[in-house]
């Protein structure tokens, strides 16, 4: 299977900045979207942004113009750089990928996996 971990959570005051990072392991063939989502206690997940392998992005309204999402397709690692920071950004932040493994008798299987979760707290 394929494992990912984050880090690069926190407690920031608003208007500052966080890097989240998440890097994926295991028998990895290929992985074609990876993105973070989001929830705040009593919401549901959201997204928050994803990358296509090819660097195609996708960004909640929300957040534009102050998150970045970033990849290195060498390190199956996913970023996301968040800035000018808000209380309503506090929330549980998860990573999540999808792609192909290749399994312990060589045949390639899809996966679709998700972090544990970072916990991000914007408050003075």
């Known amino acids: 299977q394929v494992q990912l971990v984050e880090s690069g959570g926190g407690l920031v005051q608003p208007g500052g900045s966080l890097r989240l990072s998440c890097a994926a392991s295991?028998?990895?063939?290929?992985?074609?979207?990876m993105g973070w989502y989001r929830q705040a206690p009593g919401k549901q997940r959201e997204l928050v942004a994803s990358?296509?392998?090819?660097?195609?992005?996708n960004y909640a309204d929300s957040v534009k113009g102050r998150f970045t999402i970033s990849r290195d397709n060498a390190k199956n690692t996913v970023y996301l750089q968040m800035n000018s920071l808000k209380p309503e950004d506090t929330a549980v932040y998860y990573c999540?990928?999808?792609?192909?493994?290749?399994?312990?008798?060589?045949?390639?299987?899809?996966?679709?996996?998700w972090g544990q979760g970072t916990q991000v707290t914007v408050s003075s």
């Open positions: 295991g028998n990895i063939f290929s992985i074609n979207v």
């Open positions: 999540n990928a999808e792609g192909t493994y290749v399994r312990p008798n060589y045949y390639r299987t899809n996966f679709d996996s």
């Open positions: 990358i296509s392998r090819g660097g195609d992005t």
